[in-house]
């Protein structure tokens, strides 16, 4: 069995009456330490499929599996946890605490674990440092570019040492040479850190970084390469 | 939970609130003045219970024995029948002072049956009632004459005492009541009257239901301080919406988002709360004096608004933000 994989995964939207397939019976494997792109127009479902990878939304019907383990099983507390531990997530609105700082941002998901305050303190400062914010430490969210806003936002994905990072479009308010920064940023953290990447865009530039491409349409998948 | 966690939640929370200050500040005053009025009016309620009755009419024994059976009234003075301008007083207050003359300012006596003075007991006068009717237990009335007794009903004499007053006055040949009901912020719009027969068997009965005014003006105050308080609630958890969805994205349990938003709630309340004692210090000084020392309403009506708050509060953060949280950080 793959690292993850899901099948007939299924996702539906109401609006009215009408049924909106916006995952259509998705059977998709993704390698441990891969960094896979979701690649397709906007409203194809790439931001659906990353939520319930994620175990952030429930799927209508069909399962997912990371690493042998059922995760469409888990009741909502669980899930939570096991979200906590595993998964880091990069939104495409970046998604700060405005009244935060870089360095209490990144620390926001750790906040209710035991981890002790020295290997918070160390664990953040070696990934600030990695995302090249060092000098920025203390500045809030607004006093930063979108492009360093977004590297805060993948030093906080990956301070609970997550296996699997979700990105859904992290580049598409950015400009394009900054966007292929934080890809290649993502993509230097995935092999030095040994994480798998989910990584949703539409930007066809972005494509050559990725381990295996995955297009999507409709709610379905097409595997490119 | 570990330390580390309370010291990170209370950081976050006070960096909140510096961050929004302006939208603290408003929530802090509202909260304050939801406690304050209500307070007010219950307070008005409750001084209600000196009881003054005044009459300058020449009462029958068996209506001075009916008039000191009311509930509240426990003195007698100044008992006279020989002149309009002198007085009789039932009154829970020994030390209660006589009042001085009183003279018509508008109008004239009633010379009729079915006619009847009104007491101008505010800065205010009572003129535009001139010449109305009113029905008082099914028979109609018109008002003649307004009675000046400033000494006796005026705002600093009332400010003091705050007592209830029933003034008996005459219409022709039968005595009336006149009730006259104060409250602190006295205008002419929060002064009432009622008027009842003395010959009618139902002259007493009113004294039940005119207290109940005020108990509904209070209930008044009361819901409406609920009602806005939870209005109020609703639209500072709204303003966490954005923030409790990316907890709860980044692995925070509900539960743990929900106190960060409750604890957050208690301790504005808790400025808010201190700020109504503010308040109420400068306004009313023996208020905060009589619920400090002698009464726990005050804590009770707050704790049971806080209560409120915090169960409202828990209901929105529940069911309306982490139901769209998805939406929030995806839209």
């Not at chain 1, 939520?51 to 909502?76: C, M, W, Y």
């Not at chain 2, 603290?24 to 009025?37: E, H, K, N, P, Q």
């Not at chain 2, 001075?64 to 002149?83: H, L």
Request: glycine share 4%; proline share 3%; with cysteine.
């Amino acid at each position: 069995m793959s690292f993850i994989e899901t099948k007939n995964l299924v996702k539906i939207y109401r609006v009215g009456n009408k049924k909106i397939y916006a995952v259509n019976n998705i059977n998709l494997k993704i390698n441990k330490n891969e960094m896979i792109i979701l690649f397709g127009p906007s409203g194809s479902g790439k931001t659906t499929l990353l939520l319930l990878l994620g175990a952030l939304i429930r799927p209508t019907s069909g399962k997912i599996f990371v690493d042998g383990n059922e995760i469409t099983k888990l009741s909502e507390s669980k899930a939570v946890e096991w979200r906590r531990k595993n998964i880091g997530f990069v939104f495409q609105k970046i998604n700060l605490i405005d009244f935060l700082n870089v360095y209490d941002n990144v620390i926001v998901p750790l906040a209710p674990s035991n981890i002790k305050s020295a290997e918070v303190k160390k664990r953040a400062l070696n990934l600030i440092e990695k995302v090249g914010l060092r000098d920025r430490i203390n500045h809030k969210p607004s006093q930063l570019s979108v492009g360093e806003q977004q590297r805060v936002a993948i030093a906080r994905a990956l301070i609970t040492n997550p296996r699997i990072v979700l990105a859904d479009e992290p580049t598409s308010h950015l400009d394009s040479e900054t966007g292929k920064e934080i890809v290649t940023l993502m993509k230097q953290l995935q092999k030095d850190l040994q994480i798998t990447f989910v990584v949703s865009t539409h930007d066809p530039d972005l494509l050559s970084l990725a381990d295996r491409r995955v297009r999507m349409r409709d709610g379905k998948v097409s595997i490119l390469s | 939970m570990s330390m580390r966690y309370n010291l990170t939640l209370f950081r976050y929370i006070t960096r909140r609130q510096r961050k929004k200050w302006k939208e603290t500040v408003v929530l802090i005053f509202i909260i304050a003045l939801s406690i304050f009025f209500p307070l007010q009016t219950l307070e008005s309620y409750q001084n209600q219970k000196y009881i003054a009755v005044i009459s300058q009419y020449p009462l029958s024994i068996d209506t001075v024995n009916a008039i000191k059976r009311i509930d509240g009234i426990t003195y007698v003075a100044g008992i006279n029948y020989d002149s309009l301008n002198d007085s009789i007083v039932f009154t829970a207050t020994p030390e209660y002072k006589i009042f001085a003359s009183k003279y018509i300012i508008d109008g004239r006596f009633p010379e009729k049956e079915n006619e009847i003075v009104l007491v101008n007991n505010t800065e205010s006068n009572h003129r535009i009632m001139l010449n109305r009717i009113v029905k008082i237990n099914g028979s109609s009335y018109r008002i003649v004459g307004i009675l000046s007794d400033k000494s006796l009903f005026g705002f600093s004499a009332l400010f003091e005492k705050k007592d209830i007053f029933i003034h008996i006055t005459h219409i022709a040949f039968e005595p009336i009541l006149l009730y006259v009901g104060y409250s602190f912020f006295a205008n002419e719009t929060e002064i009432y009257y009622e008027i009842k027969s003395l010959t009618s068997k139902n002259t007493y009965t009113f004294m039940h239901f005119t207290p109940n005014i005020e108990r509904v003006s209070i209930e008044i105050f009361l819901s409406a301080s609920f009602i806005s308080s939870t209005v109020i609630v609703f639209l500072i958890i709204l303003s966490f919406r954005k923030d409790a969805a990316i907890l709860f994205a980044l692995g925070w349990q509900q539960k743990r988002i929900i106190k960060r938003v409750l604890l957050e709630l208690v301790l504005i309340y808790v400025i808010g709360y201190m700020l109504c004692y503010f308040f109420l210090y400068f306004a009313l000084v023996h208020t905060l004096r009589y619920y400090l020392f002698g009464n726990l309403g005050i804590f009770l009506y707050a704790a049971g608004l806080l209560a409120t708050d915090l169960l409202s509060a828990y209901i929105f953060t529940r069911y309306l933000v982490f139901k769209k949280a998805i939406e929030v950080l995806t839209e």
